[in-house]
């Protein structure tokens, strides 16, 4: 819902929310952790960007969901 929410209006409300909830595994399916990631790329700041790649770069993380954060990671390296 979050998520959503930040979406809706494009801002980053919530940013740190998500990557807590990316961190703990509470988004649910791989199209859940590929459409907050690419939230926190489009909207978040370079912390949260920076936590975003240590997600992608954790042991615990799924293959799958590093793959969408370094994509998530490259396109935000593109907008900017």
């Given amino acids: 819902q979050l998520l959503f929410a930040g979406r809706a209006i494009n801002k980053p409300v919530a940013v740190d929310r ?17 459409e907050a990631a690419d939230f ?3 909207v978040g ?16 993380t799924p293959e799958e969901h590093q793959k969408h954060a370094l994509e998530a ?3 935000a390296g593109d907008l900017r």
């Fill in 18 to 34: 998500i990557l807590s909830g990316l961190e703990s595994g509470a988004f649910p399916s791989d199209l859940a952790v590929s």
């Fill in 40 to 42: 926190v790329g489009k």
């Fill in 45 to 60: 700041n370079a912390e949260q960007l920076g936590k975003l790649f240590e997600f992608s770069l954790a042991e615990e």
């Fill in 73 to 75: 990671l490259a396109s």
